[in-house]
C-alpha cells in the first residue's frame, strides 16, 4: 500500500486574494488608527510626490485630516527616505532607523550601475565628506554634487550624488513634505534629524512577518518585489512552520499569518480613491489581486503614474482634479448604483482633502484601450 501524497494546499483566486489584501491596507473599512499607527502598519507609504502619502491615508481612515500626518513630519516622528525598491518612502521614525539598515545591501548593489561615473572616487572618503556636509547644514542634491564635484573633477557628477544617496541615510527635512506648504529637497542624514543613532537591521523573518500583516497572503517573490530584496526563500522555509501556505490560480505557493483576515470573497468592497504610486498596485509580482488583466499596464501614461479608483476591490479607471471638478475616468461601464457610490466616495476624498473647496464631480469618456 503507497503512501497517500499531501493534500494540496488549498486554493485562493483572485478575488479572495483581493479581499484579504484590501482588509490588510484597511480598504474595505476605513480604520480608527492614528496615522502613526497606520504607516507603522503599512510599513511605509511610497512617497516620490508630496501628495500620495496623504490621499493614500485618507482612502484608508476614519477622521484622517491632512493636518495628522503633516505634524508627524514637522515633528520628526516621520520622514521622507529612500528605502524599499530604491524609492522614496514615508516612514515612522522608529522604521526609518531600521528598515533603511536592512535595504543597505540593495543600495550597495545599485551603486555597481554607475561605477563607470565613479572611477577613481573612494567611497568610503565620499560617504564621510557627504555626512559632514548634510550635518554642517541641510543641502539640496545640487548643492551636495557641486560640493563633491569639487573633490572628484573627474567623476560624474550624477554618480557623486547617487553614491550619496545610497551610502548614506538621507532624509527630506521639512517644510518639505508637509501639507500645503512648498519646499525643495533639502537633504541631512537621519540620525542627525532624528537626534539617535540607527538601528541594527532588524532580523528579516520580522520583516516578513510584518509585510504578511501587510500584504499577504503572498508569495516570496511577491516580497522580494515589495522590498527590493532578493534570496528570501531561506527566510520563508525558516519560517514555514509558523505559517499557513496557500496557491494561487497558477499553481504559485503564498504563505500567510495563521490569524490574519481573509474575509468571505463576496465581502462588499467600497470604491476607494488611491494616489499614484500606492503600494496595493506595486508590492506584488503578480498583481492581478487588484489589476484584472485587461488592465495591467492602464495605471501608467509613460513613465508617470496616474491616480487610480478601485471598484468593487479591482482597479477600474483614473482620476484627476481638473481646475474645479473632479474628472473620472473609468475604463469600463459602471452600472448606476456603481456611480453613484462612486460618486459619494469622491465627495468624501474632496472634503476630506480639501475642505471647504467647491468641485463639480463628473465621469469622464470611458477609457479604451
Given at each position: ?252 505557493e503564498l504563505f500567510d499569518l495563521p490569524d490574519a483576515p481573509r474575509p468571505d470573497p463576496d465581502t462588499p468592497a467600497p470604491p476607494r480613491f488611491l494616489p ?94
Amino acid at each position: 500500500m503507497t503512501k497517500s501524497s499531501a493534500a494540496p494546499a488549498p486554493l485562493l483566486d483572485a478575488r479572495a486574494l483581493n479581499r484579504a489584501t484590501l482588509g490588510r491596507q484597511l480598504l474595505l473599512r476605513r480604520s480608527p488608527l492614528s496615522a502613526a499607527d497606520a504607516v507603522r502598519h503599512l510599513v511605509g507609504l511610497q512617497a516620490q510626490n508630496v501628495g500620495p502619502p496623504y490621499y493614500a491615508l485618507a482612502a484608508r481612515l476614519e477622521g484622517f485630516a491632512p493636518e495628522q500626518l503633516s505634524a508627524l513630519l514637522a515633528d520628526r516622528e516621520a520622514v521622507r527616505i529612500v528605502t524599499l525598491r530604491s524609492t522614496i518612502h514615508t516612514h515612522t521614525a522608529e522604521d526609518c532607523l531600521t528598515l533603511r539598515p536592512l535595504v543597505q545591501p540593495a543600495r550597495d548593489r545599485e551603486l555597481t550601475n554607475f561605477r563607470k561615473g565613479l572611477a577613481g572616487v573612494d567611497l568610503d572618503r565620499l560617504a564621510a565628506l557627504a555626512r559632514e556636509l548634510v550635518e554642517t547644514e541641510p543641502r539640496t542634491m545640487a548643492q551636495l554634487r557641486e560640493a563633491l564635484g569639487a573633490e572628484w573633477p573627474e567623476a560624474d557628477p550624477q554618480s557623486l550624488g547617487v553614491a550619496a544617496r545610497c551610502r548614506l541615510p538621507l532624509v527630506q527635512v521639512t517644510p518639505r513634505g508637509l501639507w500645503g506648504r512648498s519646499g525643495q529637497v533639502a537633504l541631512t542624514t537621519a540620525e542627525h534629524w532624528l537626534g539617535r543613532p540607527a538601528e541594527p537591521a532588524p532580523a528579516a523573518d520580522t520583516v516578513v512577518l510584518r509585510y504578511l500583516a501587510a500584504f499577504g497572503p503572498a508569495s516570496v517573490k511577491d516580497m522580494q518585489t515589495w522590498a527590493g530584496l532578493t534570496r528570501l526563500k531561506d527566510v520563508f522555509a525558516r519560517l514555514r512552520p509558523r505559517l499557513l501556505t496557500f496557491r494561487d490560480p497558477n499553481g504559485v505557493e503564498l504563505f500567510d499569518l495563521p490569524d490574519a483576515p481573509r474575509p468571505d470573497p463576496d465581502t462588499p468592497a467600497p470604491p476607494r480613491f488611491l494616489p499614484e504610486f500606492d503600494n496595493l498596485l506595486l508590492s506584488h509580482a503578480d498583481r492581478t489581486r487588484v489589476i484584472p488583466p485587461e488592465y495591467w499596464g492602464r495605471s501608467w501614461q509613460g513613465n508617470r503614474a496616474c491616480r487610480t479608483l478601485l471598484v468593487d476591490g479591482f482597479l477600474a479607471g483614473l482620476w484627476k482634479t481638473d481646475g474645479d471638478a473632479l474628472v473620472i475616468e473609468p475604463f469600463g461601464e459602471l452600472t448606476k448604483a456603481q456611480r453613484e457610490d462612486v460618486t459619494a466616495e469622491g465627495a468624501r476624498m474632496l472634503a476630506t482633502m480639501h475642505p471647504g473647496t467647491s468641485y463639480d464631480i463628473r465621469f469622464g469618456t470611458v477609457v479604451r484601450r
